[in-house]
């Protein structure tokens, strides 16, 4: 079983004791790794890999996107959604072309998020 593992038992209290900022933190970094593993499935002609890890980073950045509340966020928030929007419209492209042109646009921008909401966090926690 999984949780005989330490390992997975270590991941699974993680994510289970998280708060929500680290869980968005967590969320955002697996958002990178898919998409870096998605980038190299391209330039190893993996077309399943490819598929199943771009998939997964959209799909981080639809729960991204469900859960932004744009009228309390007010300008800060909507710039986020169109930021959100953007990626995964990207990330489509490059699934759908396999290209990794396309990947190497996008991949500092996902970076970017990741270290926006790295910052926020920081600043949240008084942390330097």
Not at 11 to 32: P, R
Not at 82 to 98: E, G, M, P, Q, S
Not at 100 to 116: R, S
Request: include cysteine.
């Amino acid at each position: 079983m999984a949780l005989n593992n330490p390992y997975a038992t270590y991941k699974n209290n993680s994510v289970t004791y998280a708060s929500k900022e680290q869980l968005l933190l967590m969320l955002v970094e697996g958002a990178v790794k898919f998409a870096k593993i998605g980038r190299q499935a391209i330039v190893d002609k993996d077309i399943k890999k490819c598929h199943e890890n771009l998939i997964k980073a959209q799909n981080i950045f639809y729960e991204l996107m469900a859960t932004l509340n744009v009228e309390q966020g007010g300008e800060w928030a909507k710039a986020m959604m169109n930021i959100y929007d953007f990626i995964v419209r990207r990330l489509t492209d490059a699934n759908i072309k396999k290209d990794v042109t396309i990947m190497d646009e996008v991949i500092p921008l996902i970076e970017e998020v990741k270290n926006t909401w790295e910052e926020a966090y920081k600043l949240s926690k008084n942390i330097k």
